[in-house]
Structures are given as structure tokens and as C-alpha cells.
């Protein structure tokens, strides 16, 4: 990272460090390659190579192929718990942890490495690849009450409920899938509140989650984003941090004083 943008964005975060909700970070696909988790377009590797993401993580997807959609969760499932929180990860749960209630996270990733590391509080746009969910609403819950576990479905790939048949699919936002409105108005409120956003490892390419930072920007944030490479919308930084997560977050975070 060229020094003299570290030592200006580093002042920007010890002066957003002063306010309530001062410091919001949007985080993509690219906060969890240092942890050996694929990027979301780089996911589709060996087999799953000919497959369209956007076909798996689907509800024609699902549809179409419920067993093949099922086993390519599963082994990103596998995949997510086998890593570890990077040190980009446990950069941001430090900051949080040395200046309370300044640092929003906002998370497109559906892993729980933000939560690991100790950031309990994220926000997540894209729902969780831990959890399971039914496809279609429980037919008990609009007639006798709560909706039946996922958990208590009968085994198989996909899991099935032993009463109705209804099928268990990860919950995650599918493409086509609105975002949880809650989730997503509170990533509004914090990038409307805060003075700098942090936009890290995401190819900007997703919406409504890419608007994040104009969002911020119009606001008066200031904006700056790390990634490698270019991203879609590198237009709306005042800062391009061309580094890692792992790499870049330590040396912007760490060190402001409390
Ligand atoms: P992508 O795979 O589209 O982009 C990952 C970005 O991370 C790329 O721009 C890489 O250059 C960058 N990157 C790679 N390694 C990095 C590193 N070590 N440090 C920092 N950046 C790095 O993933 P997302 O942008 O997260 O939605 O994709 C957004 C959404 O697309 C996902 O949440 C998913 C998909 O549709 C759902 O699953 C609903």
C-alpha cells in the first residue's frame, strides 16, 4: 500500500474513530480468500467448473437440480468450516473491540468468519450458508403455528421433511432473491452515518449491495476501497487501496488510539 494513502486514510480513521458509528466497512467475497475460502466468481473451480454460479444459487437452480444444487453448498459448507478468521478478520473484531460502537460491518459473504473473529454484531445482506431454511413456507405455520425445524427434516440430499415432503435449502439470498429488508436498511443507516467506509474485497458487481458506497459517498463519507484489482465501482473511492484484506486492514486499523 503506498504510504502516503495509508497515513491519510489512517487519519481519516482516527478521526472517524471519534464518532458514534463513525467507521463502516462493506465487505465482499475477497475478505475471505486470505482463509482459504474461494471469491464467490473464483468458487467454481474442478467440477463445478461448468456450472454458472448464478444457476446454482437459484431458485430454478434448486428446481432443476435440488440434489446438485445441495452437494455445491455442502462442500462450500465444508469449505467455510475448515477456515479460520484472516488477519483481516480479526483486524476489524480488534477495532471494535478497542473503540465500542464506532465500527458497523457489512458483509455480502454468507461465511461466519467475521463472526468468529469476533465481530457478532454484522450485518448480513446475503443471508447465511450455516443455516438452513425450507424452500417453500412451512404449510403447518399458516395453519397451526410455528413452522416445522429444518433441523427435524429427514435426512438427504437435499434434507426433506418426513411429513410434507417440503425440501431444506441453505439460507442464503439466491439470484433473483430480495435482500432481508431489515439487514439492508441498517447497512443504509450505517454508511448514512458514518465518515469513512471501508469497501473490501468485492468486485462491486451485485447490486443493491454496490450502491453501498455512492450511498456513503453522497453522504459525505469518505470512501475508499481495498482490492487488487479493479472493481465496478472504483468510481465512487477517494482512495484505491490496490492490496489484500489481510495485508491492508491491520495497517489501517491497528494502532488508534482509544
Ligand atoms: P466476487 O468474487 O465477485 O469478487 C471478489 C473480489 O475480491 C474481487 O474484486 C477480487 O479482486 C477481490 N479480492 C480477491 N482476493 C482479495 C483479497 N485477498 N483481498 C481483497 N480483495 C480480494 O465476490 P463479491 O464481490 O463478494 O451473492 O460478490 C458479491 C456477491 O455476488 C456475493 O455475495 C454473491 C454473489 O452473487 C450471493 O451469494 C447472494
Known amino acids: 500500500m503506498v504510504e502516503s494513502i495509508a497515513a491519510a486514510l489512517r487519519d481519516q480513521v482516527r478521526q472517524a474513530a471519534a464518532h458514534p458509528g463513525g467507521l ?58 475448515r477456515a479460520e478468521p484472516n488477519a483481516g478478520h480479526r483486524a476489524l473484531a480488534d477495532f471494535a473491540a478497542r473503540h465500542p460502537g464506532v465500527l458497523t460491518v457489512i458483509t455480502q459473504n454468507v461465511d461466519d468468519l467475521h463472526q468468529r473473529a469476533g465481530n457478532a454484531d454484522t450485518i448480513r445482506l446475503h443471508g447465511e450458508l450455516l443455516r438452513d431454511r425450507w424452500f417453500e413456507p412451512c404449510p403447518r405455520s399458516s395453519t397451526v403455528g410455528p413452522p416445522c425445524d429444518p433441523a427435524t427434516a429427514r435426512a438427504g440430499e437435499p434434507p426433506a421433511c418426513a411429513d410434507c415432503g417440503n425440501l431444506v435449502r441453505p439460507a442464503v439470498v439466491w439470484f433473483g432473491e430480495s435482500l432481508p429488508a431489515a439487514a439492508f436498511e441498517a447497512a443504509e443507516r450505517a454508511v448514512d452515518a458514518c465518515r469513512l467506509l471501508l469497501v473490501v474485497g468485492t468486485s462491486g458487481a451485485v447490486w443493491p449491495a454496490a450502491g453501498l458506497a455512492a450511498r456513503a459517498r453522497r453522504a459525505g463519507a469518505v470512501v475508499a476501497i481495498v482490492n487488487p484489482h479493479d472493481s465496478e465501482i472504483d468510481e465512487q473511492a477517494h482512495h484505491l487501496i490496490r492490496d489484500t484484506a489481510a495485508r491492508a486492514l491491520p495497517a489501517l486499523l491497528g494502532g488508534v488510539p482509544t
Do not use: C, I, K, N
Open 24 to 81: 463502516a466497512v462493506l465487505t465482499g467475497a475477497g475478505m475471505t480468500a486470505e482463509s482459504g475460502v474461494p471469491t464467490f466468481r473464483d468458487a467454481m473451480t474442478g467440477l463445478w467448473a461448468r456450472f454458472d454460479p448464478a444457476e446454482l444459487a437459484s431458485e430454478r437452480g434448486f428446481r432443476a437440480h435440488p440434489a446438485r444444487v445441495w452437494q455445491w453448498y455442502a462442500g462450500r459448507r465444508d469449505g467455510v468450516r
